[in-house]
């Protein structure tokens, strides 16, 4: 017993004392792949990493000018109080309740539609059908945001738009008793379904290919078991694709949540352009700080005042991102066995 024990350690020793070696080793024989993660270590760094310094401005008096004698200096909570309490408290607030419920929406309405698209295109058998009508609800990903922006606009253009004649959606709310005779992007009530059913319309057919691949991961004799049963097209899907699909719907749930507040800035400026209205309901934390930063020319001495409120915003936004995240993936592990980490 007292050999076997020593033998074990000597064994434990000696790959511990080679662990280095080994690791090399590896490396060498698979060096292609690690040339290959290369490219995205940089872009981490460079893109995710190194900005995180620039979180140090939101708690400096900071300037761009460097003959100021605050430049650098801390000031503790200065900007939290200054847009949580202060004189941009209602533009914050205003901007995060829309960033919000926007994202809700989109949680709400946008997620399960995914999953419905790929439940459709599994049910369909013939091919070459399947396949291009995957296509055709791919193609809206890939169509730039301003080109999508513009036919949005256009199909919402109402009587006295400066941009042409009459849209589609601007007629069809007019038959339903809209009376209004500007665009319908000019109006708050109308820009968030506007901005969801884009959303949906552009990254829904995307979004299905991880769930369709989910089911077709899933074996066929499960299928076949259950017609065995007697069980219909709606109890094969309820008792045999959903718990199937279960793992992959749980991370990217989590995902989703994760980016819950992460709203970006183009295609909603891009929508309101000149129709001011819109920003009751448009307004979210990206384009607040995007209109900060476009106010820095010409401010004078309240450019660091635009600019750690940015920051600070920012900030504010990935804290309760990551809250999210490590909430989600917690209940997620205990309910079930799937988690992010």
């Not at 080793?25 to 995205?40: E, F, G, N, Q, S």
């Not at 989910?214 to 049963?229: H, K, V």
């Amino acid at each position: 017993m007292q050999n076997t024990v020593k033998t074990n350690q000597a064994v434990v020793n000696e790959v511990e004392r080679t662990k280095f070696k080994r690791s090399l080793a590896t490396i060498a024989k698979d060096w292609r792949l690690y040339v290959l993660l290369i490219p995205m270590l940089a872009f981490l760094i460079c893109f995710k990493y190194l900005p995180i310094y620039g979180i140090l401005e939101g708690f400096k008096w900071g300037s761009y000018r460097q003959s100021d004698q605050y430049l650098s200096q801390w000031c503790g909570t200065n900007w939290l109080e200054y847009i949580f309490v202060g004189d941009a408290s209602g533009e914050f607030w205003k901007a995060f309740r829309n960033t919000f419920v926007n994202s809700m929406y989109g949680l709400i309405i946008g997620f399960p539609i995914p999953i419905f698209l790929a439940l459709l295109f599994s049910e369909v058998k013939m091919l070459g059908y399947r396949s291009f009508l995957q296509v055709c609800s791919y193609l809206p990903h890939f169509i730039s945001t301003v080109v999508v922006t513009t036919i949005i606009t256009l199909w919402c253009n109402g009587e006295v738009s400066a941009n042409g004649a009459p849209g589609i959606l601007y007629n069809i709310m007019k038959a339903f008793g809209q009376k209004d005779p500007r665009s319908l992007l000019d109006h708050p009530k109308y820009f968030r379904p506007i901005y969801q059913v884009s959303g949906i319309w552009e990254g829904a057919g995307y979004g299905s290919i991880v769930y369709f691949a989910a089911i077709l991961a899933i074996s066929p004799t499960s299928y076949e078991a259950a017609r065995i049963d007697g069980a219909s097209k709606m109890q094969q899907i309820r008792f045999v694709t959903f718990p199937g699909m279960a793992p992959t719907l749980t991370i990217m749930l989590i995902m989703r949540i994760g980016h819950i507040l992460n709203i970006g800035y183009e295609k909603i400026i891009l929508l309101i352009g000149t129709n001011t209205n819109a920003w009751e309901t448009g307004d979210v934390i990206s384009t607040m700080v995007y209109r900060m930063s476009g106010r820095l020319e010409g401010m004078g001495s309240q450019v660091q005042v635009i600019t750690q409120e940015g920051v600070v915003a920012d900030l504010f936004n990935s804290l309760i991102a990551m809250v999210l995240v490590l909430g989600a993936n917690a209940i997620s592990r205990r309910v079930s066995s799937t988690s992010l980490f």
